[in-house]
């Protein structure tokens, strides 16, 4: 088994501090989830997201159900595809808390593309890698489809159009967030080098909510995606890389995503290992209301178990000439559910995980 960091426990309402991470923090990398915001729900929806709810008996013999994105892949072999809304936000630091910005839309890369350019060229909207796992072809796919075949292999083995597909995203316009002192700074990346900003994740959240409001091409029936370049966010401390929430229950409640691109070889977060990490857990728990019986994690997260692994749980794929890095995620059997379920019997995606969760 790999060493892990601390397990990190969904933060309750009550605890989210967004504290702006200073000198003296000590960094720890991580993930969160924001509790639903229910009283955010879209009123009256005209469409919702193509969801399936199911359910599976735990080892400590108490009935898990849950909501996933997609169709059902016991009784059904069919294409999902959900749109999504890809939202870059600028962030901007004056001269009292690091003067500096950070434009996901203008950064360009290594290999002479802008983060936002690099990221829709990722697996994670791109079909161009064939999963091999253990010997076992998931397909030509993107990767959280391919996770996701693996993760129900008993019922999708000899289902070929069985899929849940991310769309091309649609570029909204950036937005800009000017970071206030008291919000955040620019401090020395803790994990690779160069800069990096913060912000409190409550403050930054309240923007989110702002955005999505303003941009009418956002609906229950979308994903949308926020993205930022070389910023960590903070709650207590440095340093949130992602994270994923809903306005209102299933299944008419609007669910989104975040996550940083950091751009230092190796960093916590580095590219779209965070994306990948959230796309994972959106897809399993669209409404951050699938809870488990384990006490590392009390609703079903599939990339936190795996993040304090080697690279932070990050395996190299390289496509389009560019070397990405995608969190590992565990599947089902890892919180207690039938382990056949899975790709050979596996608890993740990259085999491994050894255990099932703390608690079965």
């Not at 709650?235 to 890389?241: E, L, P």
């Not at 389009?320 to 059997?333: C, I, P």
């Amino acid at each position: 088994m790999t060493s892990r960091f601390a397990p990190l426990a969904t933060l309750a309402a009550a605890s989210l501090l967004a504290l702006p991470a200073s000198a003296g923090t000590t960094a720890k990398p991580r993930f969160v989830t924001l509790p639903n915001h229910l009283n955010l729900a879209p009123h009256h929806p005209a469409s919702t997201l193509a969801q399936w709810n199911g359910s599976f008996t735990d080892l400590t013999h108490k009935v898990i159900n849950y909501t996933m994105v997609g169709t059902n892949p016991s009784t059904t072999n069919t294409t999902t595809t959900v749109q999504v809304m890809l939202v870059p936000i600028k962030m901007i630091y004056g001269s009292r808390n690091g003067n500096m910005t950070f434009d996901p839309g203008t950064h360009v890369l290594s290999n002479g593309k802008t983060v936002v350019q690099n990221t829709l060229n990722s697996p994670l909207f791109v079909a161009g890698i064939d999963f091999v796992q253990g010997g076992t072809d998931l397909g030509t796919t993107q990767y959280i489809d391919a996770f996701q075949r693996g993760n129900f292999w008993s019922s999708v083995s000899t289902n070929s159009s069985y899929h849940v597909l991310l769309g091309t995203p649609t570029v909204l316009p950036e937005q800009t967030i000017t970071v206030s002192r008291s919000q955040g700074n620019v401090i020395n990346n803790p994990f690779g080098s160069g800069k990096v900003g913060t912000m409190g994740i409550n403050a930054f959240d309240s923007k989110l909510q702002t955005f999505m409001r303003s941009l009418t091409q956002i609906n229950p029936s979308v994903l949308p995606l926020f993205i930022t370049y070389d910023i960590y966010l903070t709650s207590g401390g440095c340093c949130i890389g992602g994270y994923h929430s809903a306005n209102g229950a299933q299944p008419g409640g609007q669910t989104y995503s975040y996550a940083t691109y950091v751009d230092s070889a190796g960093a916590f977060s580095q590219d779209v290992s965070a994306l990948s990490h959230e796309l994972g857990e959106w897809l399993d728990d669209p409404f951050v209301d699938n809870r488990v019986n384990c006490t590392d994690n009390s609703i079903l997260e599939v990339g936190d178990p795996l993040e304090g692994g080697p690279n932070y749980g990050g395996y190299p794929y390289t496509l389009n000439g560019f070397t990405y890095n995608l969190q590992s995620l565990v599947f089902l059997g890892y919180f207690g559910a039938p382990r056949s379920t899975s790709v050979h019997s596996w608890l993740a995606f990259q085999n491994d995980e050894s255990n099932v969760c703390p608690g079965q």
